[in-house]
């Protein structure tokens, strides 16, 4: 399940838990460009709980919508991630080498404190 809150025109909130499927994706892309609009160096906190790989038919989604996934990622100029298991925080960080512009810091999840603060910064 995603929940993409909008705090402010600055913050947005994002939590995914458990399996996604395919309709997961679909409706987090029109949530995530209906609040992100007009919004400028934005920051977001994205917290993934007992997070599964989705299955394939859920990445072909994210896939074929990756270049609008791309263009809205230039409203947000930080992003913090808290995740519970290591190989997510690592792809993380690796996804930041790919958005030029946007800044991926990674918290273990009892590191919540840490993470709003560094998204403070």
């Not at 934005?42 to 919508?65: I, N, R, W």
């Not at 809205?72 to 790919?98: N, P, Q």
């Amino acid at each position: 399940m995603i929940t993409l809150t909008k705090i402010n025109d600055k913050r947005l909130n994002l939590e995914v838990t458990g399996t996604l499927v395919p309709e997961d994706m679909s409706r987090a892309l029109e949530d995530f460009e209906a609040k992100t609009k007009g919004m400028k160096d934005g920051v977001l906190l994205y917290q993934l709980h007992d997070f599964e790989m989705p299955c394939s038919a859920t990445m072909a989604v994210k896939l074929a919508d990756l270049p609008r996934w791309f263009q809205l990622m230039h409203s947000i100029k930080k992003v913090a991630l808290i995740a519970d298991k290591l190989w997510i925080r690592r792809m993380a960080e690796f996804e930041s080498l790919l958005l030029p512009g946007i800044t991926i810091k990674s918290f273990e999840a009892n590191k919540g404190a840490a993470a709003e603060a560094w998204l403070a910064e």
